[in-house]
């Protein structure tokens, strides 16, 4: 392309980008400018520890708590306990306001943070080798999220920890679902590790096929979340009720993807459908770790 061409090109590009009303490069960095002056050294500062918050918000919250503070203190008569009451009530305004912004600053800092992990990655149609090609220290990360589902799960069904357990599922190539070496946590039975589910069967199996949180309780059977005689003899006998949660991959397409199935399951004690309902959104946080977890990994390449 000809020096003239270039130029012809250059030009088009301007007129169709006044046509379209964006403005030009140079107004771009005029505006982009304009909006890095905007922040103050408060608002930095929360910037530097994760909160995203206003300078306006700012501003606000300082002045209401000047014009308080100067309606009190005009007062040269003031008492000494109203003087203390007045500090007190100041010092609480203030913590709270600094926890609100800051749950509400970290809040979306997580999803931004959980946003710039997920890579693509290519899913094959198995997973269950994922766990066994995954370096130590990713395993040890895995393996202690396990530890936190089963202490938060027992903490809100009231249950003794040695009762609760965890562990994850990957799916081979013929699309059974079995534990990979090492990814569990309170599970002690030997035959019990080597349980095989099809895709689509038990708790396990429906959870990641339909790549949603599935429920099994144990009543006279396990009803629609039974497996074959033979595994289900390698199950513990005194399993009571199962929580399933998929663990989602960003495929290449945009979509997410069922990787693997994690259960938090529960022994002796019997606990209602309602009741294990109640739990499950306060253990989806733990499969979306593991998620970023393994993103952190392998993100952008195959499994």
Known sequence: MTHDEQNQTIDAQED??????????????????????????????FKAIGIGISRSTVLCAV???????????????????????????????????????????????VKENAKALTLPVTVRSSTLDLANTL???????????LEYAVMDAAERLSLPQKLVRANIFGVDH?????????FTYNMNRQEELTVAIPVGYGSTGISFAEESPHIAVFRED???????????????????????????LTAEN??????WTLNVDGLVEKRTEKQLE???????????VISLIINKSIGGKEL
């Not at 370096?135 to 999220?145: A, H």
């Not at 013929?174 to 090492?182: A, E, L, N, Q, T």
């Not at 396990?222 to 199950?235: N, P, Q, R, T």
Request: aromatic share 8%; proline share 6%; net charge positive.
């Open 16 to 45: 169709e980008r006044q046509q379209n009303g964006q403005p030009e490069d140079g107004q771009r960095d005029n505006e982009k400018a304009g909006k890095e002056e905007e922040s103050s050294p408060v608002t930095e500062l």
């Open 63 to 109: 002045l209401a708590v000047l014009i308080v503070a100067g309606y009190f203190l005009a007062d040269s008569k003031m008492a000494g306990w109203r003087l203390a009451a007045f500090v007190a009530l100041l010092f609480i305004t203030l913590i709270a306001l600094l926890i609100y912004v800051f749950k509400k600053g970290t809040g979306e800092q």
């Open 135 to 145: 370096p130590d220290e990713i395993k040890n990360e895995i393996r202690r999220v």
């Open 174 to 182: 013929h699309r059974i679902m079995r534990i990979p070496p090492g």
């Open 222 to 248: 396990w009803g629609k979340s039974v497996i074959a005689d033979h595994e289900l003899k390698k199950v513990h006998p005194d399993l009571r009720w199962i929580i399933s949660i998929p663990v989602l």
């Open 254 to 259: 945009g979509e997410k993807k069922a990787v």
């Open 278 to 288: 109640r739990v499950v959104p306060n253990l989806l946080p733990y499969s979306g």
